[in-house]
């Protein structure tokens, strides 16, 4: 079993999860973008680093909903201002 924890860098994530998420819920995952398709919320947006990551399936496993999938759509180039 490969247990080596690689992070890819800041990517565009789309996230599912079963049901439809309340309004009043909706503001706890700033920053993205959370719409509804056929009885599912998808929560979709940057993640620029592991802990925003962990800390939105967090949220997810803390309020018992149940996480369908969570998948890295693309990378984000970062530059540097100089």
């Not at 924890?5 to 009043?24: E, F, M, S, V």
Request: aromatic content about 12%; hydrophobic content about 40%.
């Amino acid at each position: 079993m490969n247990t080596e924890k690689t992070w890819y860098g800041p990517a565009h994530y789309k996230i599912k999860i079963k049901g439809h998420l309340c309004d009043q819920w909706v503001d706890w995952f700033e920053d993205m973008i959370v719409t509804y398709e056929n009885g599912i919320t998808n929560i979709s947006g940057k993640i620029l680093d592991q802990e925003t990551l962990y800390g939105i399936l967090f949220i997810i496993w803390d309020m018992g909903l149940q996480l369908i999938s969570s998948n890295r759509i693309k990378s984000i180039l970062c530059t540097k201002n100089t």
